[in-house]
């Protein structure tokens, strides 16, 4: 059986050549898939969705397989509720903080002119059983040139996002979510960084 660390490795890798799973073909997704699998039988967490000090921090999107998008609008990102302007994708960063409940998305992109900008969904989580949680989005914030813009999520698509964390370690973090959607994330810092929001 191969270890653990070998397929993180190639979960990481695949995801980069993948650009994040923006160019994904379908070879591709099924190696992912298969790797993903594998992994998850190796769970070292048996209570993931409670391990706060493992789920605390700033973690990276490695990989998704849910319609991401180059080029795209801050509309589809949020979910609805920012106007539909066209930006590109950078990056894509999630943060959690279990003391707070903290459970935000971080999208960094740049505008059509090219300059950059964050656009945060700010939410929050509850555990729902020891490997589900149910996360609830109540603001969209761009953070660019000029002021914080600001909206509440009350015109968002999707008012309730129930997940599994079917893997979890010190710095690794697979998710399952509706539709059959798939995450892939590593964890950067132990921290959250809180992007700003909160300023």
């Known amino acids: 059986m191969r270890h653990a660390s070998a397929i993180k490795q190639d979960l990481a890798v695949l995801g980069a050549l993948t650009e994040v799973g923006l160019n994904a073909d379908p070879a591709d997704s099924a190696r992912i898939r298969a790797l993903a699998a594998e ?4 769970n070292p967490t048996p209570e993931p969705a409670r391990a706060a000090a493992l789920l605390r921090g700033r973690w990276r999107l490695l990989y998704s397989n849910f319609s991401l998008q180059r080029h795209t609008t801050m509309t589809r990102l949020s979910l609805g509720v920012l106007p539909d302007d066209p930006v590109e994708v950078v990056e894509l960063y999630n943060e959690i903080d279990p003391s707070t409940g903290l459970y935000d998305n971080i999208i960094h992109f740049l505008f059509e002119d090219g300059t950059p900008g964050i656009q945060v969904m700010a939410g929050a989580y509850e555990v729902e059983d020891d490997s589900h949680i149910d996360i609830r989005y109540y603001e969209a914030l761009v953070i660019g040139p000029g002021a914080p813009v600001r909206i509440p999520a009350t015109g968002s698509r999707v ?11 010190d710095g690794f973090r697979l998710v399952r979510g509706a539709h059959g959607s798939l995450y892939i994330l590593e964890r950067l810092d132990s921290a959250p960084m809180r992007w700003g929001r909160d300023s």
């Open 159 to 169: 008012s309730s996002l129930k997940t599994e964390v079917t893997y979890l370690d």
């Open 39 to 42: 992994l998850e039988g190796m």
